[in-house]
């Protein structure tokens, strides 16, 4: 029961910290454009973004590490994957593993 109840309520943090999150850039975005406008900080375009992105990862890009596995990072990268949304999934996941353990444990004391 305790893990069900952790794992609810690192759900509904995951979900509070993007709120905060989204609020924060959002007002970032409108203060930056007040102070100076095209600075491309916060009110970048998606593609100024990903541009930038991708020049950082070619521009530091592990040749040590070898070619093609440095080409399967940059293109995970590009990908952009949400940490926000990660975080939320896996903890919406550690709600259904809980959920699951308690109905196994309390079937299994039954039988």
């Known amino acids: 029961m305790i893990g069900i109840v952790v794992a609810v309520l690192w759900v509904r943090i995951n979900l509070g910290s993007k709120f905060w999150q989204s609020r ?3 007002r970032l ?4 454009e ?7 900080l916060f009110s970048a375009s998606r593609d100024t973004v990903r541009g930038d992105v991708r020049q950082s990862l070619e521009r530091n890009g592990g040749r040590a590490v070898g070619r093609w ?6 293109i995970a990268v590009m990908r952009k994957p949400s940490v926000s949304k990660q975080m939320t999934f896996l903890s919406a996941f550690f709600v259904v593993v809980w959920v ?5 444990s309390g079937y299994t004391a039954l039988a």
């Open 24 to 26: 924060w850039e959002h």
């Open 29 to 32: 975005h409108l203060v930056e």
């Open 34 to 40: 007040d102070l100076e406008p095209g600075l491309d």
């Open 69 to 74: 596995l440095n080409r399967l990072y940059v």
């Open 100 to 104: 699951v353990a308690a109905v196994v």
